[in-house]
């Protein structure tokens, strides 16, 4: 045992002490009459806490109190009105599954070494790949959507072009890749690191609602084709960032088709909606993707991290990434090791994200997702439909499609202005506003500016624990901050 | 709250009830009379627990069941007898930490959603920046030492041809890099996704203590430039894999100078070293690097992931990839967004690493660490000199220079075979040893071959919890394993 945690007794009342704190922790998280957070800027925030490292070591009080000090000047993601990001809430299984997890303490790359956790990661990706609607596939989970992307493209890459791994791609043609303007930046930034570029990464406009233009798409493709690059690779966005748009995937699978390119849906956010039947139409087409990329940790509400890169075509993962280090994947041992998972991955320690996946997807059964991803969906168009009854809200997309509702508050001042002095307006009042909000800490919501548009509120109903309360009280709130701006 | 978690009474029994489980976990972990695994062939595990998604959502009471069963069927990690990977054991402060970092569960992109982290992390880089000797430079905590290695060659590739980020790698001539053939494997990964290629990264040869030979590494600088390619990144590595051996940092450090390259040093194993300044001289040099990669979660005991890839040149990590994604990194923020580190990273939810790192290390100081790492070397001298001295056993490479001791079990009946047929009958010893040793669950420690030597044992010193009986009873209990072979 740890040198200052030298008897079980005292380790024991450590731990406890510990747990208490959370325990408290998630009650007062769950008070709405709690602060969200108390605001300070980084200089402040650096005199109401002592971060360094010291020579000397610490008592376990001063640990605990070290737990409380932290606690308290954070953000409580967790808290009911936090709707800050796509990934909001606190389940509690998951959490309790991530208390295991960090006891187990072991690393995914063997079956040696997480037997059982290797077993129950390929349960679930058989689970997900069946829900996607694939018949076989393989997948693999990642630290997170960006590296799931990557793991993506480079998969495509090896695909279309085995000799790049290890020729590299300076004698090659240049290749590119396509993707909306509204999809995750993840995508340019998977070819900057493979070597594709980012320039070679074209943007794809998207319609009104905020849909990449299939026509669009093929007419980009040809003009490459025109200029002497090779497309190799399309990106669809379900669920995109800001919008929640859903790029229509039949008609981009027959671009793909007619062209032999790779379809890769970045259904990162959106891919939950797959457990509701009702809903699920959105994603139709999904099946024809090459691959595909679904965070559970976004609307399935696992904790950060929980990512996965699914790939339609078994062993492509292996031949991609495969090292063959033989001081790690023996070979001669004792079981089948085409158990070990390790050589598919780029990470070599890779940390096991699947426990709480699976804990809390047994805590619900597939019963239970169905009826919490349906009740955020009535409570996302609960929400539609007050921010379109209320003086002064204006709705950026109407309707929205899924959980992201993207509105304007227009004080009383600006109303009556014209476009143009009212959109420059604008693009003050959100930050400000937010501003405020954060000193006030009684909710959190994101904004930000796209194209033409100027900066708006991007609402996200993701945690369960919000109620029709918790809606109305955001919107008293921005206009009690906001009406005399 | 969770729907099946909907009354805070019957939360917090949940909750206490899991807390009860891992404590029992724990101590048992710790008793030494306890196995380390059951092992069990994988068709035979998918018997012994239901591992399916259910439709139906399962009860507190059945998850709780869920939860022993699975610690039961798993690998203890954290055994004073598992000697099987780089990272073992289990210290209970990170562990708290990461109980804390999972209820807090936030994201490491903003410091709107996480302040605190954000900047317990700028602190804590700061420190081993100092410990590494640099004057000033940046880091980022990365999922693992595999994506830290990835960091580092793009970054390099960025310094030296900031024009591929955009452009890509085809219209380049071909790039090449340099690692000893000892490394590990994730450099030729990082070379395979960055597009350079396998073939491009080229394998040093060691010496007979597995250290890369600098003459030969210049020779082969000097013919890659000959034929016509571009070398700009020679990684060192501090801690090989499977020997533990120190790659002679100053004269690579010249054969760098001399060439204008990059020198990253793969200290993802060895870094924890320079926290003791009696065993640091092993790493002397390291203050030339470029780059670093060092894992706290291998020698300074931090739960898996804990790794970092640190920079010299401060505003390089932004420069390489940065995507300004404007919904994230809005420049219009109340508050000063140097802070946000999104835009540094490849990675966009970015899970928190440092809480577990930065209160472990307040409960040792750095005191404490010294003391620790100082004892691990001592314990393997003490295991160094029993190898030596019990009869059977032999030292593939004596003396060792770090925590590794890699040894050969020779059974009596091989023991007066010519080299060639004892070689050739050693091979199959290790495994048979290691699947015996599964069998029997008592210890694990992992083998390898290694080019032309068969397959011998690795002991892997760095648990804090191993005292010296632990160290004779895997002496003992691979002669009595073995004895009859």
Not at 435 to 440: D, G, L, P, S
Request: overall charge negative; proline content about 5%; aromatic content about 10%.
């Amino acid at each position: 045992l740890p040198q200052n945690v030298n008897n079980w007794k005292g380790t024991e009342k450590f731990l406890k002490d510990v747990v208490e704190i959370l325990l408290n922790y998630i009650k007062e998280e769950n008070d709405r009459n709690s602060k969200i957070l108390d605001f300070h800027h980084p200089a402040e925030m650096q005199q109401l806490i002592d971060l360094s490292i010291p020579d000397h070591p610490e008592t376990l009080a001063q640990l605990l109190e070290n737990c409380r000090n932290v606690l308290r000047l954070g953000v409580r993601t967790g808290h009911p009105r936090f709707f800050n990001q796509i990934s909001c809430g606190l389940d509690l299984v998951a959490m309790a599954g991530e208390w295991l997890t960090a006891t187990a303490n072991t690393n995914m790359f063997t079956y040696e070494i997480a037997p059982i956790f290797i077993l129950m990661e390929k349960e679930v990706i058989k689970k997900m790949i069946e829900v996607i609607g694939w018949s076989d596939g393989d997948a693999i989970f990642a630290p997170g959507g960006a590296i799931a992307n990557l793991y993506a493209m480079n998969a495509a890459r090896h695909h279309h072009f085995p000799r790049v791994k290890p020729l590299g791609q300076s004698d090659m043609p240049t290749l590119c890749a396509f993707t909306s303007e509204d999809s995750h930046y993840s995508i340019k930034g998977a070819a900057a690191v493979t070597g594709i570029g980012t320039d070679n990464c074209f943007s794809i406009p998207t319609d009104s609602r905020g849909r990449m233009i299939p026509e669009a798409l093929e007419q980009r493709i040809l003009q490459c084709k025109r200029d002497g690059l090779v497309p190799f690779f399309v990106c669809a966005t379900e669920g995109t960032t800001v919008y929640g748009a859903w790029d229509p995937l039949p008609q981009i699978a027959d671009v793909c088709d007619r062209h032999n390119l790779w379809l890769h849906v970045d259904a990162a956010w959106g891919g939950g909606l797959m457990l509701s039947p009702e809903h699920r139409y959105h994603l139709n087409g999904i099946e024809r993707a090459q691959s595909v990329t679904w965070n559970p940790h976004k609307l399935m509400g696992a904790l950060l991290q929980c990512s996965a890169c699914f790939i339609k075509q078994d062993g492509l993962l292996f031949q991609t990434n495969q090292m063959s280090a033989d001081y790690l994947f023996q070979q001669d041992k004792p079981y089948d090791v085409s158990y070990d998972t390790g050589d598919k991955a780029m990470q070599c320690g890779r940390h096991n994200d699947i426990f709480k996946l699976w804990l809390m997807w047994r805590s619900k059964g597939m019963e239970g997702y169905r009826k919490q991803i349906n009740r955020l969906m009535d409570l996302a168009a609960y929400f539609t439909a007050k921010i379109r009854q209320t003086e002064g809200y204006e709705l950026v997309i109407d309707p929205p499609e899924f959980l992201n509702i993207c509105f304007w508050y227009v004080p009383p001042s600006i109303r009556h202005l014209d476009a143009a002095e009212k959109n420059a307006r604008l693009e003050k009042i959100a930050p400000k506003i937010k501003a405020k909000m954060m000193e006030r800490g009684t909710t959190m919501v994101g904004y930000q500016p796209d194209k033409q548009r100027p900066n708006f509120f991007r609402m996200i109903i993701s945690n369960q624990a919000i109620t029709r309360e918790d809606l109305d009280f955001l919107v008293q709130e921005i206009i009690e901050i906001g009406k005399n701006m």
